[in-house]
């Protein structure tokens, strides 16, 4: 199951506040400004910066 377009239009980066490119694929929410990767896990996006893949 995708994330939802209401979801998806009110997630922003914690860290910049910016919009996040959400890959459905690879289920994850990019923000290319901080080049951070946030993983979704069953359909919850994983909001921390903490646990953010740089790229
Ligand atoms: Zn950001």
Redesign the pocket.
Known sequence: MALSSDLLSILV?P??K?DLAYDASANTLT?A??R?RYKVVDDIPVMLVDEAEKF
């Open positions: 980066c860290a910049c910016g923000c400004a901080c951070l």
